[in-house]
Every structure is written in structure tokens, then in C-alpha cells.
């Protein structure tokens, strides 16, 4: 890992997240002040399940995911943060530990904030704590939407749904043939709670119905016709 | 809907949310609040709706429904005494993202989220008091998503039983306190699947009684052996750590 100070691009960016906009200019000012840009390579670990979560994290670029390990070993994807945001904030703000694992899987930039500093500016400005917990319900509409999925949906609308949502979330590099693609396939079965079988049973259909290529690499073929198997 | 500050404060100084709050805290929250009542199978709020309120129930049951982006509706969760929802009504401008029903007639305390904001903005600590109870909120959340991700239906059903199981001479009894159709929405499969779930879960000695509304596990050790259950999540030191699982 190596840093590097906050450019104007990077300020921008964090100008954006809810968490330090809620700080006003001022303070958030202050606090960037005290940040360095965090450069983590492909296969690094930010940290793990268990660590005690003494500093939270904004991702400027890359790709990081999110892994639980069961007791017996199995690990299960929990997210893939591909977009630049707060993450860890929670867990962090409460002093508590990181439930899960993160994991660098695509060369990354992110800016680590300690706790405690980000507490004691907090602190001289109560009236905005409203607005920090405001930028937790964005966690808990992302876990309401996971168990919905989970529960009230079939695994191939699963797998339509995650495509969509990806591509949308990182459509420009999808455009670009030697720039990232879809997490691997085995990932994204772990990521949406089907086991490989089934996932493989499900991108068969997908592909009979002439919505996807799913060969070596997935690609979206009919973005209308998938969007339809999604609902 | 009556307003009796004493009363409401004596219930939420034993809430989990507020138990280490001061008793001045405790009594100016108190202060924000009221009782109300619901009868069975009514909307107490709607997703999308203005979140003008939190509510602590105090006792009955009441489902919690999510609906995606077409419009759709499914329970995602079923809650009971004790639990506080409506978080929401904290932020500015903030919408529900939930809808709850009442499944029975239903008591809680409603507390003003526009106050209660207010109240946190000056009590500083308080405030973080309930960040936490948010975080702990997603914990639980993050753990029901891995749940439905990682273990079957039997593998579900029997840690919820584990969860409220007692230790009665040398088995274990769960009492069923709601409709088997209503647990089987809190555990998300359908009432077939509970069903399934309950003959399978048999074979490992999970037995009813009393028309089912009594649960018998004759070997809880093996049974959250077979569930996947670590040794660390059933000795964490918790008041009940199967519970937590859940």
C-alpha cells in the first residue's frame, strides 16, 4: 500500500458523501485536511471480520467485496462496493467490530477516516447527527432490498436483477473491452444466495432467451429482455 | 391515545434501546411520547409515507413488509415486544421504507421523531446511544441476509427454535407464541416449506405437542450441531446467543 495527499478530483468526490457533507464546509475542510489517499493493490485486505472498527472508509475508485466466513469455513459474498462512497461507517461509528471481511478485488483508492476524529468534529456540531443517521438508512434500505430479493424472488430473476444493476453501476468500463467486467460467476452465485448450480441452470435459461452471452465472460446481449425475466 | 409519562418511562428505562440512558434522559423521552393501540390487521405505517414517528412495541406482533421497485410487496421480517421501529422518522425529510401491520391487537409507544431528533441534537451521547442501535439493527440484518444465503429452511427453523428454547429435565420446549403461517413469513418460506421443514427437522428429535403450539428438541446440542451453528455463537456469553444468530 502506498498514499498520496487529496487532489481536487478526490475533494470533489468526498464532497458528495452524506456523512461529511452533513459537517458543513468548514469542518469537512478541517477534516480532509487530515487525510491522505490510501492506494491498495488487487488481492490487499482493508480489513477483517473481527478487527475492531476504529476508522471508516470512502472509496474513491476500484472494486472491493465484502466476505463473511461461516465458523465452518464458507465464504459468502456479501457485497461488491464498485462505487465511490462511505462504507464501515456504522459498525464504526458504534464501536463495534467489522462483521464481515473487505477485500481488494480491483486495484483501488480509498480515503480511511478515524473514529475518533470524525467523532470529536461530530461532537461540536450535534445538530447534525440527524443527518448522520440518515446516511445509515441507506444500509438499511440496501439490507431490506437483500432479504426481499432473497425471500420473495426466483434465482433467475435474482442473477437478471444483479446484471442490470451492475451494468448500471459500472456501465462505462463494461463498454470498455479491456476494462473491468463482471465478478466472476462463482462470486456472483455467493453474492445473490444460489448455489452454483443452480446459477449455471439459470444463465443457461438467460441464454436461451437470447438476453445474455455467457461464455468465458458475461455479457449483456438484450438489456430489454432481461430487464422483462427481472421482474 | 393517552399520555402518561411516568408510565412510559417505566417501560423505557427496561427497552434495550434506552437501559443505559439517565433517568432525566429517560423522563425528557418520555415526555415526547404516547401510547397507542391498534386493533389486529391494521396498517400503523406505510412505506413512502411522510416518517413522522418511532414506535416501541410493547406488546403484540406485527409484520413488516418492503416493497421493491415495481411496486411489489413481501414480509421481510416479523417483530414483537421490545422492538423499535420507524428509525427513519430521525433523519430530515425522511419516508419509510417499510410498512407494518399489526397482526394482533397490538400496544406501543409512539415517540415524535421530529422531537426526538431534537432531543438527540442536544444530547450528544444519546445520539451516539442510538447510532448504535441502528448499527445493531443492520448487524442483525447483515446476519438474517447470510441466514437466507447460507442455510436451509430446517437449518432456519431450527435455530429459531434453539433461540426460545428451555431447558425443561432433559430436553428442551419452545413454546410457539404466534401462527405457525406467521413464523413461517418471519422465517421467509412459505407454509409448505415450514412444513417440510418441520418433518425434516423430526428426524433430529424435534417433536410437537399440545396441537404444536409446543416445540420438543430432545438433543439441542446436536440439533445446532446440524443447524451449523460454532461453538462461539452458541457461547458468545449473551443473554440468549441463539437468539443473536437469528
Given amino acids: 500500500m502506498h498514499s498520496r495527499p487529496l487532489s481536487d478530483a478526490d475533494r470533489d468526490v468526498m464532497s458528495q458523501v452524506p456523512l461529511l457533507v452533513a459537517l458543513g464546509q468548514t469542518r469537512l475542510t478541517s477534516l480532509l485536511g487530515k487525510c491522505r489517499v490510501e492506494c491498495h493493490a488487487r488481492g490487499a485486505h482493508l480489513f477483517c471480520a473481527g478487527d475492531i472498527a476504529d476508522r471508516f472508509y470512502i472509496l474513491l475508485s476500484g472494486h472491493l467485496r465484502l466476505v463473511k466466513t461461516s465458523p465452518q469455513g464458507e465464504e459468502t459474498v456479501m457485497n461488491f462496493l464498485t462505487e465511490p462512497g462511505s462504507f464501515a461507517e456504522a459498525v464504526s461509528f458504534a464501536g463495534r467490530s467489522y462483521p464481515v471481511e473487505c477485500q481488494v478485488i480491483e486495484d483501488c483508492e480509498i480515503v480511511s477516516i478515524p473514529r475518533d476524529a470524525y467523532l470529536a468534529i461530530l461532537r461540536s456540531a450535534p445538530d447534525v447527527a440527524g443527518s448522520v443517521l440518515a446516511g445509515f438508512l441507506r444500509w438499511e434500505r440496501f439490507f431490506m432490498e437483500e432479504i426481499y430479493k432473497m425471500r420473495h424472488t426466483r434465482p433467475i430473476q435474482r442473477i437478471a436483477s444483479f446484471l442490470i444493476d451492475f451494468e448500471d453501476r459500472n456501465g462505462e468500463k463494461l463498454d470498455d473491452p479491456n476494462g473491468t467486467n463482471f465478478p466472476e460467476k462463482r462470486q456472483i452465485a455467493s453474492r445473490i444466495g444460489i448455489t452454483p448450480e443452480t446459477f449455471s441452470r439459470s444463465l443457461r435459461k438467460l441464454e436461451a432467451a437470447g438476453a445474455i452471452a455467457s461464455g468465458p465472460k458475461l455479457q449483456i446481449i438484450d438489456r430489454a429482455a432481461l430487464l422483462e425475466l427481472a421482474r | ?246
Fill in chain 2, 1 to 246: 391515545m393517552t399520555k402518561d409519562i411516568e408510565r412510559i418511562s417505566g417501560v423505557l428505562r427496561f427497552a434495550r434501546y434506552f437501559r443505559t440512558w439517565p433517568q432525566e434522559d429517560i423522563l425528557e423521552l418520555a415526555s415526547l411520547c404516547e401510547w397507542v393501540r391498534f386493533e389486529a390487521d391494521t396498517m400503523m405505517i406505510r412505506a413512502d409515507e411522510p416518517a413522522e414517528a418511532l414506535y416501541l412495541i410493547v406488546n403484540g406482533h406485527v409484520e413488516l413488509s418492503y416493497k421493491d421497485g415495481e411496486g411489489k410487496n413481501g414480509v421481510i421480517d416479523l417483530l414483537g415486544d421490545g422492538q423499535l421501529v420507524g428509525e427513519c422518522a430521525l433523519a430530515p425529510d425522511g419516508h419509510y421504507a417499510v410498512s407494518l401491520k399489526t397482526l394482533e391487537a397490538t400496544t406501543a409507544i409512539r415517540i415524535d421523531g421530529l422531537l426526538f431528533s431534537k432531543f438527540l441534537s442536544a444530547h450528544f451521547d444519546r445520539a451516539l446511544t442510538m447510532m448504535s442501535v441502528m448499527t445493531e439493527r443492520l448487524c442483525q440484518m447483515l446476519r438474517q441476509t447470510e441466514e437466507l444465503k447460507c442455510r436451509s429452511a430446517a437449518q432456519r427453523l431450527g435455530i429459531y427454535l434453539l433461540a426460545d428454547a428451555v431447558p425443561i429435565d432433559d430436553v428442551h420446549e419452545t413454546p410457539l407464541t404466534i401462527e405457525k403461517s406467521a413464523l413461517a413469513r418471519k422465517l421467509g418460506m412459505t407454509s409448505e416449506t415450514f412444513s417440510r421443514a418441520l418433518k425434516k427437522l423430526s428426524e433430529l428429535g424435534v417433536t410437537q405437542h399440545s396441537n404444536g403450539r409446543i416445540i420438543r428438541i430432545s438433543d439441542a446440542e446436536m440439533l445446532a450441531d446440524w443447524c451449523g451453528l460454532s461453538d462461539s455463537e452458541r457461547k458468545e456469553g449473551q443473554e440468549n446467543a441463539f437468539q443473536a444468530v437469528i
